[in-house]
T-cell receptor, first 115, second 109 residues
């Protein structure tokens, strides 16, 4: 089992461009979480998805950010019209089911730099 | 407000010395508390959780509801313990984790 995969590992975008971050959960996991880590801060929850459903998006900025987890393929975190403040490390985690008793397994992260 | 506080950014000790990484939390309810660790060039991984009441790699953590703390302790630090440690909480019935800002532990030989 290769673990949670994220790509790209590093992404550079100019202000105003779109950023697409991909996350492939561990085999057998149908629950995906996205977290963002700004410099000198801890990871902050963004969104929790199951296949084809957004379960909790309470941490998502109201504008420009969206997430999906289609029936087939990876989960995608999309940031439109990026700004310098979006520069951060974005981590994806997956678990086999819902509930805090199930461990969340983290990917290596995507480091987004907005120039 | 739900919050996890790790007051120390950096903790440096010598090999064999005791280690205590502090974690305090604020949560209106009964949270579950976790410690995650990130070794150099590796992914964030779960170290231990309070409901398991187990010792992992010699580390233990006791939930103190009166002091709202969940400090991580090890009696004798090893060089391979050098890593970034994050305290996190999850609320009852929720799946999201709330993380502290992390403490970097450096263990010198």
């Amino acid at each position: 089992n290769a673990g949670v995969m994220q790509n790209p590992r590093h992404l550079v975008r100019r202000r105003g461009q779109e950023a697409r971050l991909r996350c492939s959960p561990m085999k057998g996991h149908s629950h995906v979480y996205w977290y963002r880590q700004l410099p000198e801060e801890g990871l902050k929850f963004m969104v929790y998805l199951q296949k084809e459903n957004i379960i909790d998006e309470s941490g998502m900025p109201k504008e420009r950010f969206s997430a999906e987890f289609p029936k087939e393929g990876p989960s995608i975190l999309r940031i439109q019209q990026v700004v310098r403040g979006d520069s951060a490390a974005y981590f994806c985690a997956s678990s086999p089911s819902s509930g805090s008793r199930y461990e969340q397994y983290f990917g290596p992260g995507t480091r987004l730099t907005v120039t | 407000a739900q919050r996890v506080t790790q007051p120390e950014k950096l903790l440096s000790v010598f090999k064999g010395a005791p280690v205590e990484l502090k974690c305090n939390y604020s949560y209106s309810g009964s949270p579950e508390l976790f410690w995650y660790v990130q070794y150099s060039r590796q992914r964030l991984q779960l170290l231990l959780r309070h409901i398991s009441r187990e010792s992992i790699k010699g580390f233990t953590a006791d939930l103190n509801k009166g002091e709202t703390s969940f400090h991580l302790k090890k009696p004798f630090a090893q060089e391979e313990d050098s890593a970034m440690y994050y305290c996190a909480l999850s609320g009852l019935g929720t799946d999201k984790l709330i993380f502290g800002t992390g403490t970097r532990l450096q263990v010198f030989p």
